[in-house]
């Protein structure tokens, strides 16, 4: 489970820094974002080395998944105005609980995490008193479509090896 931390959190600085650096946001937007992407690199990190510590460690994935999409919604509120390419945050709390959830439960989480950044789309343009095009929402559609895609491709992906695995023992 580490590796999803050491990948998708350093892209997710990454975004957060090409935001930054290629359009200048707002100092505290841009250290809020930092701020918090630490705070859930570190949350996630603690909870990942312990997992089979505690009880439930399902229970404790998918806390973290719905801490993840809920950071991430942030995060994305933050500099989703400064630099588009930003929804791609939304794909790494699905995308980890695609690792171990079925399918059903994927696309829920999928669903979550695409119905999260469809808010905070909405909740931007609410608060600045903006209307969203109908160009802008087919975007936002475009995105949530593939969010939820790379959730069951990769959900198939663990499903096989999974098989493959026990065909092999």
């Not at 630490?38 to 973290?64: C, D, E, G, T």
């Not at 980890?96 to 079925?102: I, V």
């Not at 999974?162 to 065909?167: E, F, I, P």
């Amino acid at each position: 489970m580490h590796f999803f931390n050491y990948t998708f959190t350093p892209f997710g600085i990454i975004i957060v820094l090409f935001a930054v650096i290629f359009s200048s946001p707002e100092k505290s937007d841009t250290i809020s974002s930092l701020i918090i992407l630490i705070l859930q690199f570190l949350i996630n990190y603690y909870f990942f080395k312990n997992i089979y510590q505690f009880k439930k460690p399902n229970i404790i994935r998918l806390s973290l998944v719905m801490f993840n999409i809920i950071t991430t919604a942030i995060v994305f509120y933050f500099i989703t105005a400064y630099w588009s390419p930003s929804w791609l945050l939304f794909t790494m709390p699905s995308a980890f609980a695609a690792t171990f959830l079925n399918r059903k439960q994927t696309i829920l989480i999928a669903l979550i995490s695409t119905a999260s950044m469809f808010f905070v789309y909405w909740l931007r343009a609410y608060l600045l008193e903006l209307e969203i095009s109908t160009p802008t929402w087919t975007m936002a559609l475009s995105n949530g479509l593939f969010i939820i895609v790379l959730s069951v491709f990769i959900n198939n992906m663990s499903e096989t090896i999974v098989k493959m695995r026990s065909n092999i023992r």
